[in-house]
């Protein structure tokens, strides 16, 4: 399990990435039904993203499990009393550039999601 602080850092990282406009969602079309089903677009999605805090950190950085080579790190977030799994990954870029953001998914959690940081731990 990652510190507080590790968490807090891929946060402000992340949402760096998505001011400078350099996010983009992993075409699945899971996420996709999802987000239509959840009434959101993509916009209000990063946007409920931007809004994410240590407390809603469930696990990471962990390999993936579609290519163990690349990390990624796992939260939820409650969008009008639905649970939702958000998988985010920062993709290294050359030396000296902002990394990437890369939203791998953003649907309806499958099972409920443990948050260790909540309560204030």
């Known amino acids: 399990m990652?510190?507080?602080?590790?968490?807090?850092?891929?946060?402000?990282?992340?949402?760096?990435?998505?001011?400078?406009?350099?996010?983009?969602?992993?075409?699945?079309?899971?996420?996709?039904?999802?987000?239509?089903?959840?009434?959101?677009?993509?916009?209000?999605?990063?946007?409920?993203?931007?809004s994410l805090t240590p407390e809603n950190y469930s696990s990471g950085p962990s390999p993936d499990d579609t290519d163990a080579t690349k990390e990624v790190w796992i939260f939820g977030y409650d969008h009008e009393g639905v649970e939702v799994y958000i998988k985010l990954r920062l993709v290294p870029q050359l030396r000296g550039q902002m990394p990437r953001g890369a939203v791998w998914s953003f649907h309806r959690a499958e099972h409920p999601i443990r948050y260790p940081y909540q309560g204030g731990a």
């Open 2 to 50: 990652s510190t507080r602080q590790d968490v807090q850092d891929f946060l402000v990282a992340f949402k760096l990435a998505i001011d400078f406009r350099r996010c983009d969602f992993v075409p699945r079309q899971r996420t996709e039904q999802d987000l239509i089903d959840l009434n959101l677009t993509r916009k209000l999605a990063l946007e409920a993203i931007c």
